[in-house]
């Protein structure tokens, strides 16, 4: 199995240090993380690859996470449906809004 290289994934981390890694290209779904990723300058999210989230809790960043890869899907022809759950609908709103998504 090969795993894919630095520059393919990129770590995403909840308020709680919760590490996430995904797929670049999912990642950059979110207009805010492509800015991040791509700055010019030394800035550490464009360096490591690793964009720190003190703001987001770990369920809503799994979801958001899985929300990435639900596009990536429909994009490509698959249509399924995203379930959201409730109780999570006001977080995932504010963290959809922050994220550009």
């Not at 919760?18 to 999912?26: G, H, L, T």
């Not at 950059?28 to 703001?55: D, K």
């Not at 994009?75 to 998504?101: C, Q, R, W």
Request: charged share 20%; with cysteine; net charge negative.
């Amino acid at each position: 199995m090969a795993f894919p290289r630095k520059n393919e994934t990129v770590k995403l981390v909840s308020a709680e240090g919760f590490e996430f890694i995904i797929d670049r290209k999912a990642a950059v779904i979110s207009n805010t993380l492509r800015n991040m990723l791509s700055s010019a300058g030394n800035f550490s999210e464009t360096e490591l690859g690793v964009v720190n989230f003190p703001e987001i809790s770990t369920p809503i960043l799994e979801k958001v996470c899985q929300y990435f890869y639900w596009f990536l899907q429909c994009s490509n022809g698959k249509k399924t449906d995203f379930h959201i759950e409730p109780e999570m609908t006001l977080e995932l709103m504010m963290a959809a809004n922050y994220l550009h998504t």
